[in-house]
C-alpha cells in the first residue's frame, strides 16, 4: 500500500516568514494530493489540492508543488500569520475512471508562528 | 461545518464490549470515510464507502466493521478484537472518492 513520510514533525517560523512542508510518497500510481490544515479542537479542512496532471498550484499565500519523477510534494505558505498556527497534513490517493482508494496521511507537521 | 455529524461526542467503553459510533451527512455525498487519530500518528483510514452498500477496508481495518445501508450514514462499529481501541476517531465524507473530504467534529473513545 501507500506510504506518506512527512518532515519536520515541528516547524517554528518567525511571523512574516515562509514555511515550507514537504512529503514523499512510495506508490508512483498516486495522483491526487490534498492538505489539511488541523487547528487546535477542531476538525482537519483542506486547504489546496494537486493532481498529477499539474505541477504547482497557488492560491494566495499558499503554493503546493508536486514533484512525480522525484514523489514528492511540498506545501509553501508565504507572509506567515498567527492565524497560520495548527497542524498541516499532507495526503496521498489514487485515481481513476474504475474508482480510487482512500487517502492516506502523512503524521502531521506542528507549524508555530513566533510573534 | 452542520453538513456532517458524529455522535456521540465522548464515548466510554469497558473492555470487551463492542461499541457503534454514529456518522451522518446531509450533503448528498456518494463516499464516506471512518479514521482513527492518534498523538503523533497522523490519520489513519479504518473503511471507505465509495457508494451505499459498498464498503472497503483501510490501513487498519481489523477490529472494526461498517455498514453503508443509506447514502447518508456510514456507521462504524469498534468491535472487542480491536487491541488498542481508545482514540479519536473522525468520519468525513466526499461528493466522490479522490475529492475534497469534509470532516465531521470527531468522537473521543475511551476503553475503561
Known amino acids: 500500500g501507500e506510504n506518506v513520510e512527512q518532515h519536520p514533525s515541528t516547524l517554528s517560523v518567525q511571523e512574516g516568514d515562509s514555511a515550507v512542508i514537504k512529503c514523499t510518497y512510495s506508490?508512483?500510481?498516486?495522483?491526487?494530493f490534498p492538505w489539511y490544515k488541523q487547528e487546535l479542537g477542531k476538525r482537519p479542512q483542506l486547504i489546496i489540492d494537486?493532481?498529477?496532471?499539474?505541477g504547482e498550484k497557488k492560491d494566495q499565500r499558499i503554493a503546493v508543488t508536486l514533484n512525480k519523477t522525484a514523489k514528492h510534494f511540498s506545501l509553501h505558505i508565504t507572509e506567515t500569520q498567527p492565524e497560520d498556527s495548527a497542524v498541516y497534513f499532507c495526503?496521498?490517493?489514487?485515481?481513476?475512471?474504475?474508482?480510487?482508494?482512500?487517502?492516506?496521511f502523512g503524521k502531521g507537521t506542528h507549524l508555530i508562528i513566533q510573534p | 461545518d452542520g453538513g456532517i455529524t458524529q455522535s456521540p461526542k465522548y464515548l466510554f467503553r469497558k473492555e470487551g464490549q463492542n461499541v457503534t459510533l454514529s456518522c451522518e451527512q446531509n450533503?448528498?455525498?456518494?463516499?464516506m470515510y471512518w479514521y482513527r487519530q492518534d498523538p503523533g500518528q497522523g490519520l489513519r483510514l479504518i473503511y471507505y464507502?465509495?457508494?451505499?452498500?459498498?464498503?472497503q477496508k483501510g490501513d487498519i481495518a481489523e477490529g472494526y466493521s461498517v455498514s453503508r445501508e443509506k447514502k447518508e450514514s456510514f456507521p462504524l462499529t469498534v468491535t472487542s478484537a480491536q487491541k488498542n481501541p481508545t482514540a479519536f476517531y473522525l468520519c468525513?465524507?466526499?461528493?466522490?472518492?479522490?475529492?475534497?473530504?469534509?470532516f465531521g467534529p470527531g468522537t473521543r473513545l475511551t476503553v475503561l
Open positions: 468525513a465524507s466526499s461528493r466522490r472518492l479522490a475529492e475534497e473530504q469534509f
Open positions: 506508490d508512483s500510481a498516486s495522483n491526487y
Open positions: 494537486i493532481r498529477s496532471n499539474v
Open positions: 495526503a496521498a490517493s489514487m485515481w481513476s475512471g474504475g474508482g480510487a482508494d482512500g487517502l492516506t
Open positions: 450533503l448528498n455525498h456518494d463516499a
Open positions: 464507502s465509495q457508494i451505499v452498500n459498498d464498503f
